[in-house]
C-alpha cells in the first residue's frame, strides 16, 4: 500500500477518533478568534528560568515573559527589548541598562499590578538565580539548569536597582556572551509585586506555575498534560497580539499532531516526523516554514562505564556511524552532516571531517585494540519526541543499532517518551543516551558549555558525566577575551579537545521546521526558538 494512501487511512482513523472528543478549550469557537498550538511536553513549570529548554517552554515562554534584550535572527545580535540602551565600564565588568518606561505587567483573575515594569522587577527576577539566600531561590526546587549549565551564578556577583528606570549588573569578570545569555527565552523578568503578594499569602510555589509577565499573551488556564490557555495581554508595550487566545494543546488520545492537524483540531505544530513531510508538503491547506538553526543532534556516551571510559571504545564507535545514511534515511534532506557540536553557520565552526567520518575497519580495529574483539553489549536511552536537531529518534537509533553491530556492538534500545535529560542522567543502566542541544545564542558557547562542562554536569545536563577542568578553562578564556581572532583559535581548541576525547558524539545538524494552517501568517520563526505570536493573523 503507498505511503500516502496509508497516511489518509491513518487520518480518517484520526477523525472518527477526534469525533467523541469535543473539547471547548479547543473547539471551533477558538479557531475563530485564536489557533490551537499542537505541543509535545507540558512545561513542569510555565517559568522559563527553571526550563533546561528540553520542553515546550520555548514556545510558550516568550508568549508570557519579555527578557531585557532580545537577539536579532539575522545577525544574532543582542538588542533592545525591555532595555532601550544599555552602558559598559572600561574593563567589561560592569553593565548600566536604562529600561523602557510604562510596560504593563499582566492582569489576571489572580493578581492586579499596582505599576509598571521597572528596575526592582529586574534584580528580583535575578536575584533569585543567583542569591541563594533570596526568599524564592529554593521554592520549587531551587534548580535553574540553563543558568547553572553556564556559570552564571559565579558570573553575576551583584545586581542592582540604580532608580526606577536603571538597573547595574556587576561581573566577576569579562564575559563576552553576557549579554547574548540575558536575551533567551530563560532572562524572563518576573513581578516583584506579585512575588512580594504570594510570599505573603505563603503560595510562591505559584509564581512559577501562575506566572505574570509583560508578555504578549497572558496566562488565564493550565491543566496538566492537557492544556495551556492564553489570552491576549491589551496592555502590551510593543504591539498588542492581533489573536485574542493560543491553545497550547499536550492532550495524548492516541492521536498524533499531524491527524490533529489535518483535522483542524490544531492549527500549528513543529518539528514534524521525517516521514510525514512528503504528506505535509503535498496538503494545500498546510502552510510550511523552515529556518536554520542553530543545533545538533549527538549520542552522549558515559564516560564513567567500564568500556565507554576508553577513549578507543569511543572513537571506534563514532567510526562505525554511517552518518550520510542517517541524513539520507532520517532528515529527507533537510539536514547535514556533523563533524563538530558548532554548525557550519557558527563562526567559530572548525570542520573535523578527518576525524570525523565512517571507517568500519579501523572501528574494528580500535576495539581490538581495547580488548573487546568478541564483542560488547550497550544500551542505548532514545527520546522518542521528535526534535527540530533530531526528526526521527527511533529511526536514527535502529540505523545506530546496525551500525554497531557491524562492529559486534550489540546495542538494547530503552525508549523514554520525552527524554528529560535530568531523568536519564539517574537511569542506572544508562550507556548512551541519544539526544541533542538547540543552542540559545549565537555564541559558540551556547553549544559548548551546556553539553559538557563540570558546571553543566552539576546541573544534569552533562549526560556524559565528562568534566575537564582544561576544557573549561579554554570556554572562559574565550568568553573573556575581546580579540575575535583569540577567540577563535580557543574555539578551535576545544573543539579539537573534544574530537580527541569524544564523550559526545555528533551525529547531525537539523532545520526548524513549523507548519500551520494555510489560514494563519505573521509567525516569527527563528534559529533559537519559535518567537512571539503577537503578529499572527488569520485570513478570513
Known sequence: MPKSLRYLLLSLCAVLTLAGCNDPEKSPQTRMNGFVYCGTTHPQFLNPQLSDGGDNIKSIGPQLFDSLLTLDPLSFKPKPNLAIKWQVNEDKTQYTFTLRTNVQFHQTSWFQPSRPMNADDVVFSFKRIIDSSNPYHYVNGGHYPWFQSIGFSRLVKDVKAIDEQHVQFTLSYPDNTFLDNISTVFAAIHSQEYAHQLASKDEKSQLDELPIGTGPFRLEKSQHNELVRLTKHSNYWHHPANMQQVVFDFSHRGTGSLAKLLTQECDVMTDPISSQLTLINDNTDIHSNISK?????????????????????????????????????????????????????????????????????????????????????????????????????????????????????????????????????????????LTGWAANTGEPDSLLRPQLSCEAQRASLNISMWCDTDFDFL??????????????????????????????????????????????????????????????????
Open 293 to 433: 538553526a542553530m543545533n545538533v543532534a549527538f549520542l552522549s556516551l558515559n564516560t564513567q562505564h567500564f568500556a565507554l571510559n576508553d577513549v578507543r571504545v569511543r572513537q571506534a564507535l563514532s567510526f562505525a556511524i554511517n552518518r550520510k545514511n542517517i541524513i539520507d534515511a532520517v532528515y529527507f534532506g533537510q539536514g547535514y552532516i556533523a563533524t563538530s557540536l558548532l554548525p557550519s553557520d557558527s563562526w567559530a565552526y572548525q570542520d573535523n571531517s578527518v576525524q570525523i567520518r565512517y571507517d568500519r575497519q579501523y572501528a574494528k580495529a580500535l576495539l581490538k585494540q581495547a580488548g573487546f574483539e568478541d564483542g560488547l553489549t550497550l544500551t542505548m536511552w532514545v527520546p522518542l519526541a521528535a526534535q527540530s536537531y533530531n526528526p526521527n529518534p527511533h529511526k536514527t537509533a535502529e540505523l545506530l543499532q546496525a551500525n554497531f553491530a557491524d562492529i559486534g556492538v550489540t546495542l538494547s534500545i530503552l525508549t523514554e517518551k520525552f527524554g528529560r535529560r535530568n531523568t536519564l542522567t539517574q537511569q542506572p543502566n544508562t550507556d548512551l543516551v
Open 475 to 540: 570556554l572562559t578564556l574565550a568568553r573573556e577575551s575581546e580579540q575575535t581572532r583569540h577567540r577563535l583559535n580557543l574555539y578551535h581548541q576545544a573543539q579539537t579537545m573534544l574530537t580527541q576525547e569524544l564523550p559526545i558524539i555528533p551525529i547531525a545538524h537539523g532545520v526548524q521546521y513549523q507548519v500551520h494552517h494555510s489560514s494563519l501568517s505573521g509567525f516569527a520563526l527563528n534559529p533559537f526558538n519559535s518567537g512571539s505570536f503577537e503578529h499572527v493573523v488569520r485570513e478570513k
